[in-house]
């Protein structure tokens, strides 16, 4: 996953401003919404987000049912606070409990923007290679 911007959907609304609020006190470029269409509209897989947070307390979350419907890349979403977070993650999407610890959120959010280590090519002439 690039780095870039962060979008927060704000299914519930209150957590999705104080996890806005969040952020950019962790100087992380983020977009805000309530909307649950704005995660497809400017999902990473277009290339200009780098991650999106969805604030949701409800059973269902609309924005991941809507993300994983169209084959998205369940890495690429932050699920915070749902009270079903076994659905989500038979989905392989990630989900973050409530109360959260700040400053291990904010340290997620940089490891997840940042992607996956590079992985080192092999060494030539190294065992078992030609």
Do not use: H, Q
């Amino acid at each position: 996953m690039r780095n870039g911007d962060v979008l927060v959907v704000g299914e519930t609304p209150s957590l999705g401003r104080a996890l806005r609020d969040l952020l950019d006190s962790g100087r992380i470029p983020t977009r805000y919404t309530e909307d649950p269409a704005e995660a497809v509209l400017r999902s990473p897989v277009a290339g200009t987000l780098g991650l999106i947070v969805v604030a949701c307390t409800g059973l269902d979350c609309e924005t991941a049912r809507r993300w994983l419907g169209l084959g998205f890349p369940p890495s690429a979403l932050l699920v915070v606070g749902s009270r079903d977070p076994e659905r989500l993650a038979a989905g392989g999407v990630r989900g973050v409990s409530l109360p959260i610890d700040p400053a291990g959120f904010l340290a997620m959010i940089e490891r997840l923007r940042a992607g996956p280590p590079a992985r080192s090519a092999p060494r030539a002439g190294a065992p078992g290679r030609p």
